[in-house]
C-alpha cells in the first residue's frame, strides 16, 4: 500500500527565508503527486501538483523517484504562507488520494 | 458556482447519537468524497464514490455508512456516535482519478461528548 510522510508537524521560518517542506512517499508504481495546502479558516486547495510542472505563488516542487521525495519549496518566505501544507499521492490506477500528516509552516514577520 | 458545500458546520452529539452530514457539489462531478482530520494524522479517506448508486470504503470507513442517491450529494451517516468520532469532516469531488484535482468543501466540526 502506499504511504505518504511528512516528518515535521511544525515549521517556522522569518519572512524572507527560504522554506522547504517536506514529503517522501513509498509507492511501487508511479505516483502522481500534489501539494494541498489549507489557510487559516479556509478550505483546502490544491496548490500543485508534479505533472505540471508549475509554479504556485513562487512555490516549486520536484518528484525525485530515486529518493522517492515531492519536497515543497520556496526562495524567499512570505507571512501570507503560513497555513497548513499536505503532501498527497494518486496511484496511476486508483481513485483516491492518500495524504502525509501536514506541516503547519508560520512564517514571522 | 457554490463548489462544494456541506451541512451542518458545527454539530455536538451526545454518545449513542445518530446524524447525517450532507455534501453537495454543482460541478457536475463523477467522485466524491468523504475524510475526517484529526491532529497529527492529516486527512484519511472515510468513503468514496466513483459515481451515482457507488460506494466504496477508504482506510477508516468503520462506524460510518454514506450513501450517493443523486450524483451532486453524498451524504455520511453515524448511526452511533461514539467520543473517537470528534473530528472535523471534509467532503471533496473530483471529475474523474489519475491526476484530476479534488474540490474540498468548508469541513463540519463535529464533538461527540
Known amino acids: 500500500a502506499q504511504r505518504v510522510t511528512q516528518p515535521e508537524k511544525l515549521l517556522s521560518v522569518f519572512k524572507g527565508a527560504p522554506v522547504e517542506l517536506k514529503c517522501n512517499y513509498s509507492y511501487s508504481g508511479s505516483p502522481e503527486l500534489f501539494w494541498y495546502v489549507q489557510y487559516s479558516r479556509q478550505r483546502l486547495q490544491l496548490l500543485l501538483r508534479?505533472?505540471s510542472r508549475e509554479s504556485i505563488k513562487g512555490f516549486t516542487a520536484d518528484l525525485n523517484k530515486g529518493e522517492t521525495s515531492f519536497h515543497l519549496k520556496k526562495p524567499f518566505a512570505q507571512e501570507e504562507d503560513s497555513a497548513m501544507y499536505y503532501c498527497a499521492l494518486q496511484t496511476t490506477s486508483g481513485s483516491r488520494l492518500t495524504f502525509g500528516e501536514g506541516t503547519q509552516l508560520t512564517v514571522n514577520p | 458556482n457554490a463548489g462544494v458545500t456541506q451541512t451542518p458546520k458545527f454539530r455536538v452529539l451526545k454518545t449513542g447519537q445518530s446524524m447525517t452530514l450532507l455534501c453537495a457539489q454543482d460541478m457536475n462531478h463523477e467522485y466524491m468524497y468523504w475524510y475526517r482530520q484529526d491532529p497529527g494524522m492529516g486527512l484519511r479517506l472515510i468513503h468514496y464514490s466513483v459515481g451515482e448508486g457507488t460506494t466504496a470504503k477508504g482506510e477508516v470507513p468503520d462506524g460510518y455508512n454514506v450513501s450517493r442517491l443523486k450524483k451532486q450529494n453524498f451524504l455520511l451517516g453515524l448511526e452511533s456516535a461514539a467520543p473517537s468520532q470528534t473530528s472535523v469532516y471534509f467532503c471533496?469531488?473530483?471529475?474523474?482519478?489519475?491526476?484530476?484535482?479534488?474540490?474540498f468543501g468548508p469541513g463540519t466540526r463535529l464533538t461527540v461528548l
Open positions: 508534479h505533472i
Open positions: 471533496a469531488s473530483s471529475y474523474s482519478y489519475g491526476g484530476h484535482t479534488q474540490y
